[in-house]
């Protein structure tokens, strides 16, 4: 079997019999989990989705990304946590460093943008002053249409849109995601007849990069939506063994689980490559999430190395032994550079000559790893061979999968996020808003699993 995301659990000094004792328990939580995932009111529907997708909303999503390419310069994602969190941090990855500062010449597809992730007054009128004449199309991703932040940017870039283009040409520049047949944003589409998309019902936020909320923004910015979900199908399909000795997912969730049961309460996401910035921010998301409830869960937090280790290393080396980190190493980069030789050689690097940068960067993560792990910081690392759209659709399932298993080893429900209501309340009420549309969203059903003894 092809091993292009890999799990190394070496540097945690767990043995194998000891993670082996969570045999059963997996066993019982993936028969579990695929049972549920026939039923829609369990949010499992990103369980078998890379095999059951609807191929015609893909089709059309395509469609709608090349009319995008073709007569936009900017596409501009209007969407908060789950809704843009997952399509950024594909695009990030896949695309040049320098994307959206790239000449219009020399970018084949437009610039994507995002808002409604905010409520800074600062950050949209900068925006808009960046947009100036530049012509525009909106994706506004919600499944309800009232989550404030989004709701707020699409009041305003709407009206942007139909006052430089008119009410008509404005329409045909408006894409949106939402629910299915609910939801504010559902009616306003259907009555102004605008280009929609089905968010999943059986798919929550965090979960749905590989539905329409991901694959427009990803494929509009020229990203082979087709590899993204072959790599996700040929997870689902390696993650089906329920045997916990063959299932390198199964193994993080568990490992992860018996470091926090061993007073670790943090996990740091490393990272060596700065496209990976946002697959740190999903991340965080997906597991703070799914995990942080009922006063338990580990805290998700990332750092990007070489960088960081000039700022947070000393206290990963020697703070508080509370923490472990999780590190993607991508094997093989897509580019290198060469040290060359220097006659002064005043800042005595002439000892690299020959070596490409790709080379020092892995031995600094080698020589990062052993030191923290000799600081009591155990270390997870997953290796992918290279960073691409099928290696990325790969980790994306494995990180789901791991979440859903993982929450439930600790005994919570990991898709629902009632914490998250509470501040909209106290918000709501000191905005103003009439009591009566003060309403909390309901609450994810599903059920949570008895933590492990």
């Known amino acids: 079997m092809i091993q292009n995301v890999k799990l190394d659990l070496k540097n945690t000094k767990i043995a194998e019999k000891d993670i082996m004792q969570y045999a059963e328990l997996i066993a019982e939580i993936h028969e579990d989990l695929h049972k549920k995932s026939k039923d829609?009111?369990?949010?499992?529907?990103?369980?078998?989705?890379?095999?059951?997708?609807?191929?015609?909303?893909?089709?059309?999503?395509?469609?709608?990304?090349?009319?995008?390419?073709?007569?936009?310069?900017?596409?501009?994602?209007?969407?908060?946590?789950?809704?843009?969190?997952?399509?950024?941090?594909?695009?990030?990855?896949?695309?040049?460093?320098?994307?959206?500062?790239?000449?219009?010449?020399?970018?084949?597809?437009?610039?994507?943008?995002?808002?409604?992730n905010n409520l800074s007054p600062n950050y949209i009128n900068d925006l808009i002053e960046l947009i100036g004449n530049k012509d525009l199309s909106i994706n506004v991703i919600s499944k309800s249409g009232t989550t404030m932040e989004p709701a707020i940017a699409f009041r305003i870039f709407r009206e942007f849109l139909e006052n430089k283009y008119g009410l008509k040409e404005a329409k045909k520049r408006i894409y949106v995601t939402t629910d299915k047949k609910n939801g504010a944003l559902k009616q306003i589409a259907k009555q102004e007849d605008y280009t929609t998309f089905?968010?999943?019902?059986?798919?929550?936020?965090?979960?749905?990069?590989?539905?329409?909320?991901?694959?427009?923004?990803?494929?509009?910015?020229?990203?082979d939506i087709d590899k993204l979900l072959e790599g996700a199908k040929f997870a689902q399909e390696k993650y089906l063994d329920k045997n916990l000795k063959y299932n390198d997912c199964y193994k993080y969730a568990?490992?992860?689980?018996?470091?926090?049961?061993?007073?670790?309460?943090?996990e740091i996401l490393v990272s060596y490559e700065p496209k990976l910035h946002y697959i740190i921010e999903w991340w965080k998301q997906l597991f703070g999430e799914s995990e942080g409830k009922n006063g338990k869960g580990l805290y998700p937090t990332g750092v990007e190395f070489t960088t960081d280790l000039h700022s947070l290393g000393q206290y990963i080396q020697e703070g508080k032994r509370n923490l472990f980190e999780t590190v993607i190493n991508i094997k093989e980069s897509e580019t290198d550079l060469k040290i060359k030789q220097d006659e002064d050689n005043l800042d005595?690097?002439?000892?690299?000559?020959?070596?490409?940068?790709?080379?020092?960067?892995?031995?600094?993560?080698?020589?990062?790893?052993?030191?923290?792990?000799?600081?009591?910081?155990?270390?997870?690392?997953?290796?992918?061979?290279?960073?691409?759209?099928?290696?990325?659709?790969?980790?994306?399932?494995?990180?789901?999968?791991?979440?859903?298993?993982?929450?439930?080893?600790?005994?919570?429900?990991?898709?629902?996020?009632?914490?998250?209501?509470?501040?909209?309340?106290?918000?709501?009420?000191l905005l103003g808003k009439p009591e009566k549309e003060q309403e909390p969203?309901?609450?994810?059903?599903?059920?949570?699993?008895?933590?492990?003894?």
């Open 40 to 116: 829609k009111k369990e949010f499992l529907g990103w369980l078998e989705l890379p095999t059951k997708y609807d191929k015609k909303e893909v089709e059309k999503i395509k469609k709608s990304a090349q009319k995008i390419r073709e007569d936009s310069d900017i596409l501009l994602v209007i969407g908060i946590g789950g809704s843009y969190l997952g399509a950024r941090a594909v695009i990030e990855a896949l695309t040049h460093t320098f994307y959206n500062y790239l000449e219009k010449g020399q970018r084949k597809t437009p610039q994507i943008l995002y808002v409604g």
């Open 198 to 223: 089905v968010i999943p019902n059986d798919v929550g936020g965090r979960y749905s990069v590989l539905t329409p909320v991901g694959l427009l923004p990803i494929a509009t910015a020229g990203i």
């Open 254 to 266: 568990v490992v992860r689980n018996m470091l926090y049961r061993d007073r670790k309460s943090m």
């Open 348 to 429: 005595e690097l002439n000892y690299l000559v020959g070596k490409g940068l790709d080379e020092i960067n892995k031995k600094a993560m080698e020589g990062t790893i052993k030191a923290h792990v000799e600081g009591n910081v155990p270390n997870i690392v997953i290796t992918m061979d290279k960073l691409n759209a099928y290696n990325l659709g790969h980790l994306i399932y494995f990180f789901e999968l791991a979440c859903a298993v993982s929450g439930s080893i600790l005994g919570v429900n990991p898709f629902d996020q009632p914490g998250v209501e509470k501040y909209k309340s106290n918000m709501f009420s």
């Open 441 to 453: 969203e309901k609450p994810k059903r599903g059920r949570p699993r008895k933590k492990v003894s």
